[in-house]
């Protein structure tokens, strides 16, 4: 069966570090993998996903993520955090059942200190 | 345009009550999708609409929940009996059609207090 996993319910940088949030998957089937982020009181937004295309994928927001299928990873990085990227972050991979069944990590919340 | 929108965006409710979610999909968009997100864990599937078919409930947790969609608009998702454990924050998603090149747009979620 897919699942998700991310490391670590909450990862603390300061204004201008590197970000990196983490996921490893598991999927029987060539995975499609996304990263959402979910700002107070918002719905997820979709800030990049993984086709099977280009292993490093570009994302809005100055986000991008690598598709490493040795390590079954696709972290997450930015290389200069700034206070507006505060927010809650989910990693899925889709089951590819006929539809787009999404399964969750159980998320990561940034927070960025000045 | 419109985004997915959801109704109550807050619902408190007495165990043993009975209530209504409702979501408004991105019009035009055929496939619609139920997710629970409890309290630090991540969301879980409960339903997928293709249409007003449901090809997929096998999310729902037990038989108090049940869903309907009218044709490729309005869905909403029932809870009977309403129980503290269901309680959590309940997001609906829209996409273009089925399948996994298709984006699921996501409501802000009604956020379910049972008490």
């Known amino acids: 069966a897919q699942s998700v996993t991310q490391l670590g319910s909450h990862v603390s940088v300061s204004e201008g570090a590197l970000v990196l949030l983490r996921c490893n998957y598991s999927s029987s089937v060539p995975p499609y993998l996304f990263w959402y982020v979910q700002y107070p009181n918002q719905g997820l937004q979709l800030l990049l996903k993984?086709?099977?295309?280009?292993?490093l994928v570009k994302g809005i927001n100055g986000f991008e993520a690598e598709f490493k299928k040795s390590e079954t990873s696709f972290h997450l990085t930015k290389p200069s955090a700034h206070m507006s990227d505060a927010a809650e972050y989910f990693c899925a991979v889709s089951v590819d059942t006929g539809f787009q069944k999404l399964v969750f990590g159980t998320g990561t919340r940034l927070l960025v200190s000045p | 345009g419109a985004g997915v929108s959801q109704s109550p965006s807050n619902k408190v409710t007495e165990k043993g009550k009975d209530v209504e979610l409702r979501c408004d999909p991105i019009s035009g968009h055929t496939a619609l999708y139920w997710y629970r997100q409890r309290l630090g864990q991540g969301l879980e599937f409960l339903i997928y609409?293709?249409?007003?078919?449901?090809?997929?409930k096998s999310g729902l947790p037990s038989d108090r929940f049940s869903a309907e969609r009218t044709g490729e608009s309005v869905s909403t998702l029932t809870i009977q009996r309403t129980q503290q454990e269901d309680s959590a924050v309940y997001l609906c998603?829209?996409?273009?059609?089925?399948?996994?090149?298709?984006?699921?747009?996501f409501g802000p979620g009604t956020r379910l207090t049972v008490t």
């Open positions: 998603a829209s996409s273009l059609a089925q399948g996994r090149a298709y984006e699921q747009y």
């Open positions: 609409f293709q249409g007003n078919s449901a090809p997929d």
């Open positions: 993984y086709t099977s295309a280009a292993t």
